[in-house]
């Protein structure tokens, strides 16, 4: 597990300040510069450099034969992609929003996620599926949704969501390198975030979580976009006499059993923060594991604060729906009953 707290991870003597969008930019770059086999393809991704620009200037840079705009048609965009890495290719495909990736999500469960296993792994799928995801932007309908639980149920398929500058660089290098499929979850909120880049560091491993904040009370389980959130709760928890531990998973498959539940054994406590709706969400895979894993030596039930059981809602009505700082320390306050009849889901 990786500690870093109390630096920015990444941090170091070549390090730069960039925004998350601009190490995403310098990921792909790079990618691009160190093997000719990788290719962008996309709406938008070219000329404009895609709605968010993380892909911008690398069309003029490399050709538009290797940063491609595509139809909008997301089912045939990695349809393509599909046959690409089939012939030895590594493409990258961006789906403009989380919700316009549905069309394409027919050929992610029968094609990609399945291939490797079909053909006995005479044919890899190195493909990375870039996925702008989440709310807290004001968008309108079809542009927050959270939707890693489809993929995390999908048998086959890495999924990672970074939520720190040297993550979103550092994650999507190895997520390109990889040779399994990658859906590569980009908190949108965190777009404009900053913080320490340093190219020159080694790549993490992908499966591996690391512990943001230090503390004793209870552990915040989160990743992606409520990162910044957890670790603001934690900040007002202390001022309850709450010492509270926040673990970033940074990828969701492989899950980091270890580091999770190290952290929950330590504190005998945990709550799972997640803006994606609550039934059925990724939060109660985590809750069920860490319950199986670490029984023993929890001081009450594991709780979870997530966004609410309904559609997305209205840009005005928002931030009502996503996880806040008051909706976590309710939480936490809840755990300190040691009662299991108050452990009732957030």
Known sequence: MDDVTGASPGAGPAAEQVTMSRALNRALRDALADDDR?????????????????????????????VADTPLAEAGILGTAVGMAMYGLRPVVEMQFDAFAYPAFEQLVSHVAKMRNRTRGKLPMPITVRIPY??????VEHHSDASEAYYTHTPGLHVVAPATVPDAYGLLRAAVASDDPVVFLEPKRLYWSKGDLDRSAA?????????RRSGSSATLVTYGPSLPVCLDAAEAAAAEGWDLEVVDLRTLVPFDDEAVCASVRRTGRAVVVHEAQGFAGFGAEIAARVTERCFHHLEAPVLRVTGFDIPYPPPMLEHHHLPDVDRILDAVARLQWQDGVHGEGA
């Open 38 to 66: 990788v290719h962008l393809m996309g709406e938008d991704i070219g000329t404009l450099g895609g709605v968010f620009r993380v892909t911008d200037g690398l069309a003029a840079e490399f050709g538009d034969d290797r």
């Open 134 to 139: 989440g709310g807290g932007i004001g968008g």
């Open 203 to 211: 790549l993490p491993e992908l499966g591996r979580a690391a512990v």
